[in-house]
């Protein structure tokens, strides 16, 4: 069986699916992977749930002082902020949100667009009671955060978006096939970057069967290794809660079905008006494509660049805590 083992790993880094060092990462063992263990990690920090705009969302909260709520993205959940919070719980009544069909929170059968979704954060903030709040958001999150504050900018005081613009009509343009040499290994400034997976998941059904009990790890680390300066900062445990989140043909139809919004998200964008909060955008690859957008969208942003790969709250927590108390002080 051992040697079985071997074999199968050996045939994989052949293939290309799993980079010598990630297989090198074992999951930890025997870890408590429920969010209210992984919250416990986090002094002060607490895991809840509320019903907001009809379904259950599930958030984790800890510190005192103006609200600031932090939105994720694809592949992860609240746990990619983990880093962070702690620091930004020092000025700030920190939450972290698992977005409608991401792990704690419910997974519907519909309501993926990005409105809707935003509209179950300003449901969530309102229960909140804080007011305005400085709203955080991260490749999905982002398109999230865009959403809430164009829709409800009477609640957004701030926005930050992290790596990732909003769906607009130039997203439709994006080409199927990548320029003859420029899919490397790595995703680098993201000049070429090739982004195959957006149409991926675009099929209905075939994802949940290809990487249900477990194979959406797979995925995840060629993202993990892909999207990434330096894939070491996302750890095994990192690994093994996000794995975990998505394990499920539940989880994975949810995670696509913010993809299949896309064409929607296009639609609705045409009618938001131009976003008059001050308003910040840190791109690592994704530096020149928010640039592009948010000129036209925002009348008071400025652009920072992250010297990362795509997933900036991980590799470089500090410099994005910098970054947010500086803006949002």
Do not use: C
Not at 24 to 31: E, I, M
Not at 97 to 103: I, T, Y
């Amino acid at each position: 069986m051992k040697t079985l083992r071997s074999m199968v790993a050996r045939m994989a880094l052949l293939a290309g699916l799993i980079s010598p060092s990630l297989h090198a990462q074992a999951a930890p063992a025997a870890v408590d992977l429920s969010d209210a263990a992984l919250a416990g990690r986090l002094e002060g920090f607490s895991s809840e749930t509320v019903e907001a705009n009809g379904i259950r969302l599930h958030y984790v909260v800890g510190g005192k002082g103006p609200l600031v709520v932090l939105l994720p993205g694809w592949p992860e959940t609240w746990w990619e902020w983990h880093r962070i919070m702690p620091q930004l719980a020092r000025t700030h009544r920190v939450v972290a949100v698992d977005l409608r069909g991401m792990g704690g929170s419910q997974k519907p059968a519909d309501g993926y667009d990005k409105k809707t979704m935003a509209a179950d954060i300003a449901a969530l903030i309102r229960h909140l009671g804080g007011g305005k709040a400085d709203v955080v958001g991260h490749d999905i999150g982002s398109m999230v955060a865009y959403s809430l504050a164009a829709t409800s900018p009477d609640l957004v005081r701030r926005l930050v978006l992290v790596d990732v613009a909003p769906p607009d009509k130039s997203l439709a343009t994006w080409p199927m096939l990548p320029g003859v040499g420029t899919f490397g290994d790595k995703v680098g400034d993201g000049s070429h970057a090739y982004v195959w997976w957006f149409a991926f998941h675009q099929v209905k059904g075939l994802p949940e069967q290809l990487m249900a009990d477990g194979r959406i790890r797979m995925e995840q680390d060629w993202f993990f290794h892909y999207l990434t300066r330096d894939e070491t900062t996302i750890d095994a445990l990192d690994r093994a809660v996000y794995q975990a989140a998505y394990t499920s043909p539940e989880a994975i139809r949810a995670g696509d079905a913010w993809y299949q919004a896309f064409p929607q998200d296009i639609a609705d964008d045409e009618s938001y008006p131009t976003l008059k909060m001050p308003v910040l955008a840190v791109g690592g690859p994704g530096y020149a494509w928010l640039q592009g957008v948010l000129s036209s969208k925002a009348s008071d942003f400025r652009m920072v660049r992250a010297e990362t790969g795509h997933f900036i709250p991980e590799e470089d927590p500090a410099f994005l805590t910098a970054q947010l108390q500086a803006f949002l002080k």
